[in-house]
C-alpha cells in the first residue's frame, strides 16, 4: 500500500515579484538564495519542529505568539518567527518604488516623527545602528502612534502586540553578496526605491 503523507503544516510563500525585479538594488542572486534557501530552510524546519505538537495545523502568526511565551518552544518559535518576517519582508518590498507614502501614511509620519525626513534619518540609525543580526521595523502601537523598533534575530513585534507595517531585514544574508559590509548602502537604496509605502499604509488603515 502506498503510504501517504502528512500535508505540511507550513508553506512557503511565492516571492510577489519575479526574482530579478529587485534589481539594481537587490540581485537576483541575492533574492534566489536569501527566499529560497533561507527562507524556505525556515519553513522546513519549522515543519520538522512541530510535528506531534499542538501547534501542527495553527495559523502562522499564532504559533508565533504562543510559541513565545514558552521558553521550551524557543526553536519553534524561532524558526516560525523569522518565516513570518520573512513573509512580511518580501510584502513589504516592490520594484520601482518612489520612496513616498501615500497622504494617510505621510500625514501619520509628519504626526509622530516631523516628517518624512525626519523618519528616515531615525530609521535609517536604527536599521544600520542593529547590532548582529535583526530587523527594522515601523510599527503602530496599542494607541496608534508610529514607531520605529529594531528586534534581534527572530524576534518580532506581533509578540508585543505591536501592528507591523514595514520591515527591512538587515541579517547579513539579506544584503552582503550585493553590499558586503556597507549595510547602510543598502538602507538607502532599500528607502530610495524599494520601500512598498502602498503595503503600510493598507496595514496603517486595518487598525
Ligand atoms: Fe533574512
Known sequence: MLETKAKPSFTLPKLPYEESALEPVISSRTLSFHHGKHHAGYVAKLNELVEGTPFVGRPLDEVVKRSAKD???????NNAAQAWNHAFYWRSMRPMGDGIPGSLLASAIKRDFGGLMEFRTAFTKAAAGEFGSGWAWLVADKDGILKIATTDDADTPIVRGEKPLL??????????????????DYISAWLDKLANWEFAEKNLGML
Open 167 to 184: 520591515v527591512i531585514d538587515v541579517w547579513e544574508h539579506a544584503y552582503y553578496l550585493d553590499y558586503q559590509n556597507r549595510r547602510p
Open 71 to 77: 521558553p521550551k518552544a524557543k526553536l519553534i518559535f
